[in-house]
């Protein structure tokens, strides 16, 4: 079930970057498939947390007394710590990838290969939908969206088409979109991942996320993360560099960074082997930092 719902990019590249020991204590903030966790836990690890937001995830729960599952966004890490007792973690893996079980799904409406509802929720209690965007958000908003998250050029006509077809009848399917966007391979994937990082607030999400797991992270703590497109991997660079979401470098009066961090991976990309094996992880980049 869990090679169905998810296959682990990187894995033993991952799992080696946190440097599992045995008495540590360890968080996977995209439990997915499992295929992270059972890998950390395989290696070692004193106990882990694994956190995801949708309940489906719970399909492959992992039946061991060091494993506990939290059912919530990442970006609360530092409350569950908090709850759970622990003063710190030795390690943070968060693998920013979209799990193949919610492309594969078509009525999660992830997908233009599908037709489906557009909903792209995460979590399924969430209340804004894609649909939801494409219908109430001004044309001035919606172009802003596909812009900011999706990197459209013409952001502005693509916005024109869908509130000149909206005005006349709601769209709510993905195959609706598809047929009024007009837009060609290329492009569509853009449309969607715009659409679904503001459903999923994933930028403000993960904003929180790194600004919490700075906290929780203990001295000498690895943090590894995977990162698939240029928005999220700039402000991941951007945090393990300096420390701050801005990536302005602090310095001490002798011009010394104070940077929390030491940089250990730049942006490692999948071997050709593993693209061959698993090609959505080809725009898979893991950077790896140390708590200091």
Same mark, same amino acid.
């Given at each position: 079930m869990a090679n169905e719902y998810h296959i682990p990019a990187m894995l033993s590249e991952c799992t080696d970057a946190l440097a599992v020991h045995a008495k540590g204590i360890y968080a996977d903030l995209t439990f997915g498939g499992g295929g992270h966790s059972r890998a950390i836990l395989k290696a070692g690890a004193g106990h882990l947390y694994s956190f995801d937001q949708d309940l489906d995830a719970l399909q492959n729960a992992i039946d061991d007394k060091r494993w506990t599952f939290v059912h919530s966004n990442f970006r609360y890490l530092r409350n569950w710590m908090d709850y759970y007792g622990e003063p710190g973690v030795d390690g943070i893996l968060a693998d920013l990838g979209v799990s193949f079980h919610h492309f594969d799904t078509a009525e999660r409406g992830f997908s233009f290969r599908f037709d489906g509802p557009l909903d792209m929720r995460m979590n399924k209690s969430g209340k804004l939908t894609a649909a939801d965007i494409v219908n109430t958000y001004s044309e001035e908003d919606l172009a802003h969206v596909l812009w900011l998250y999706g990197e459209l050029k013409n952001s502005r006509s693509i916005a024109r088409a869908i509130c000149k077809v909206r005005s006349l =009848? #709601? %769209?709510?399917? @993905?195959?609706? #979109? !598809? *047929?009024? !966007?007009? #837009?060609?391979?290329?492009? #569509?994937?853009?449309?969607?991942? =715009?659409?679904? %990082?503001?459903?999923? *607030?994933? $930028?403000? =999400?993960?904003?929180? $996320?790194?600004?919490s797991a700075?906290?929780?992270?203990?001295? &000498?703590?690895? /943090?590894? !993360?995977? @990162?698939?497109? +240029?928005?999220?991997?700039? $402000?991941?660079?951007? /945090?393990?560099?300096? &420390?701050? %979401?801005?990536?302005?470098?602090?310095?001490?009066?002798?011009?010394? +960074?104070?940077?929390? /961090?030491?940089? %250990?991976e730049k942006g490692r990309m999948a071997s050709v082997e593993e693209v061959e094996r698993n090609p959505r992880s080809r725009s898979a980049k893991l950077r790896v930092a140390e708590k200091l």
């Amino acid at each position: 079930m869990a090679n169905e719902y998810h296959i682990p990019a990187m894995l033993s590249e991952c799992t080696d970057a946190l440097a599992v020991h045995a008495k540590g204590i360890y968080a996977d903030l995209t439990f997915g498939g499992g295929g992270h966790s059972r890998a950390i836990l395989k290696a070692g690890a004193g106990h882990l947390y694994s956190f995801d937001q949708d309940l489906d995830a719970l399909q492959n729960a992992i039946d061991d007394k060091r494993w506990t599952f939290v059912h919530s966004n990442f970006r609360y890490l530092r409350n569950w710590m908090d709850y759970y007792g622990e003063p710190g973690v030795d390690g943070i893996l968060a693998d920013l990838g979209v799990s193949f079980h919610h492309f594969d799904t078509a009525e999660r409406g992830f997908s233009f290969r599908f037709d489906g509802p557009l909903d792209m929720r995460m979590n399924k209690s969430g209340k804004l939908t894609a649909a939801d965007i494409v219908n109430t958000y001004s044309e001035e908003d919606l172009a802003h969206v596909l812009w900011l998250y999706g990197e459209l050029k013409n952001s502005r006509s693509i916005a024109r088409a869908i509130c000149k077809v909206r005005s006349l =009848a #709601l %769209i709510e399917r @993905t195959e609706q #979109l !598809v *047929d009024i !966007v007009k #837009l060609d391979k290329k492009d #569509l994937p853009k449309l969607f991942q =715009a659409l679904r %990082i503001e459903v999923n *607030d994933e $930028m403000g =999400a993960l904003k929180d $996320m790194l600004l919490s797991a700075k906290e929780v992270l203990k001295p &000498g703590g690895r /943090f590894v !993360v995977l @990162t698939y497109h +240029s928005l999220e991997d700039r $402000m991941v660079k951007n /945090f393990f560099r300096s &420390g701050n %979401i801005d990536g302005e470098i602090e310095k001490d009066f002798y011009g010394n +960074s104070l940077s929390p /961090f030491r940089v %250990i991976e730049k942006g490692r990309m999948a071997s050709v082997e593993e693209v061959e094996r698993n090609p959505r992880s080809r725009s898979a980049k893991l950077r790896v930092a140390e708590k200091l």
